[in-house]
């Protein structure tokens, strides 16, 4: 089973910047579909971004973040990115990465720690 640890989260002003990594362990990277899921204070855990499996040429947003979130991967280095540009308040949770159901967006791994993001108004 792959699993899991975030970084790269922090404080920021709004309209600033962050890219978050999701580093796996585990031999079968490639073959997965990843997404990043946030769960801010008191909500549900969202899934956000999605990026298909092998070369990553599908991706997928929500419309809360589409068009400033950029969701990739790096097979050679079991990574996948999260590039968020022009970040609001809302952005505001702690972000996590997972293998998924492409199709549905069902989580299918354990959870890591996630990495906190907060943007400052």
């Known amino acids: 089973q792959v699993q899991f640890v975030e970084s790269g989260g922090g404080l920021v002003q709004t309209g600033g910047s962050l890219r978050l990594s999701c580093v796996a362990s585990g031999s079968a990277f490639s073959s997965n579909a990843i997404g990043w899921y946030r769960q801010a204070p008191g909500k549900q855990r969202e899934l956000v971004a999605r990026?298909?499996?092998?070369?990553?040429?599908?991706?997928a947003y929500a419309d809360s973040v589409k068009g400033r979130f950029t969701v990739s991967r790096d097979n050679a280095k079991n990574t996948v990115y999260l590039q968020m540009n022009n970040l609001k308040p809302e952005d505001t949770a702690v972000y996590y990465c997972?293998?998924?159901?492409?199709?549905?967006?069902?989580?299918?791994?354990?959870w890591g720690q996630g990495t906190q993001v907060t943007v400052s108004s």
């Open positions: 997972n293998t998924l159901y492409y199709t549905t967006g069902t989580p299918l791994g354990s």
């Open positions: 990026i298909s499996s092998s070369s990553g040429s599908i991706t």
